[in-house]
C-alpha cells in the first residue's frame, strides 16, 4: 500500500531530506545506525563530542562524514540521538543551541540504572520518559519522536545478521512519525508500529531492560515482534 506522506516541513525544504545526524554516532548504538542506514543507501553524519572519533568511524562507512555533534546536525531532516541516560541532559541541552525548526529529533534513549556487577534497572525521569525530556529541554516548536530503544546495537552492527524485529515508536504529530518511520524502514529487517503519543515513550523505553536481561540470560540478541498487524504495516 502506498501512503502519501503530508509535507512535514513546509517552507523548510532547505534541510537535506535524505540525511541523518547521529548525536553520540561513535556509541555502540549510534555506530550500528550509522552502519546499517550508510549501506542502505542514506547519507549518513556521526557526530560526537571529538569530531576525530567521529571521523575516525566514518572513514568505515560508505558515504558517512562525521565531526562535532553541533557541525553534523547542521541542515540533516532527521538527528538521532544515541546516548547514555547519564549523558542525556548535557547533550540535549549542548544541541539545543544547534536544532532549527522543521528538525525531527529521534530519541532513542532508555532510562537504565547500573544494578550490581551486570544488572540494569528502569528508571522514570523527571518529565516522565527520556523522550519527554527531551521535549522539555528543547526549544519550542521541536519535534520529538521516541524509537529504537529496544533494536540490539550488535545485532545493528554485524551486516551479516538478517534483521527481522519491530521498532516501538511514539510521538505527538503523525508527520513526523511518518518521517521517522520512513527512515527507520530503511534498514531491512525492522518495522515501525506506532504506539501512540509521546506520553507512551516510557512504557517503550523500561521494556529496554527487561530485553537485556533476557539476553544475557539465554546468550542471545532477542527483539520487539508485535503479531496480528497488518503486512506491511498501514501508518
Known amino acids: ?6 509535507d512535514p516541513f513546509p517552507g523548510t525544504r532547505t534541510h537535506h531530506e535524505n540525511t541523518v545526524a547521529i548525536v553520540g554516532g561513535t556509541g555502540a ?8 542506514w550508510a549501506h542502505s543507501g542514506v547519507n549518513v553524519r556521526i557526530g560526537s563530542r571529538r569530531a576525530d572519533a567521529a571521523q575516525g568511524c566514518a572513514d568505515k562507512l560508505p558515504g558517512a562524514v562525521g565531526g ?10 532527521a538527528v538521532v540521538v544515541a546516548v547514555p541516560f547519564s549523558a542525556h541532559v548535557e547533550t540535549m541541552r549542548s544541541i539545543a543551541k ?12 532508555a532510562p537504565l540504572l547500573p544494578v ?9 525521569p ?3 520518559s ?3 525530556q527531551a521535549q522539555a529541554l528543547l526549544p519550542d516548536g521541536t519535534s520529538v ?3 529504537l530503544q529496544t533494536v540490539s546495537a550488535a545485532t545493528l552492527r554485524d551486516l551479516e545478521l538478517r534483521l527481522d524485529e519491530d521498532v516501538l515508536l511514539c510521538g505527538d504529530h503523525t508527520a513526523d512519525k511518518l518521517l521517522a518511520a520512513d527512515l527507520i524502514d530503511r534498514i531491512p529487517g525492522l518495522r515501525t508500529v506506532d504506539c501512540g503519543l509521546l506520553d507512551m515513550s516510557g512504557v517503550c523505553e523500561r521494556i529496554t531492560a527487561l530485553l537485556i536481561g533476557i539476553n544475557r540470560r539465554y546468550k542471545t540478541h532477542a527483539g520487539i515482534r508485535l503479531t496480528g498487524l497488518p503486512k506491511p504495516l498501514a501508518r
Open 1 to 6: 500500500m502506498t501512503v502519501t506522506q503530508p
Open 29 to 36: 548504538l549510534g555506530l550500528g545506525l550509522a552502519t546499517r
Open 68 to 77: 562535532d555533534n553541533t557541525t553534523m546536525i547542521e541542515g540533516a531532516a
Open 98 to 109: 544547534a536544532i532549527r525548526p522543521g528538525q525531527l529529533v529521534i530519541d532513542t534513549t
Open 116 to 124: 550490581g556487577p551486570r544488572g540494569l534497572r528502569p528508571i522514570v
Open 126 to 128: 523527571w518529565a516522565g
Open 130 to 132: 527520556a523522550a519527554e
Open 145 to 147: 519522536v521516541s524509537a
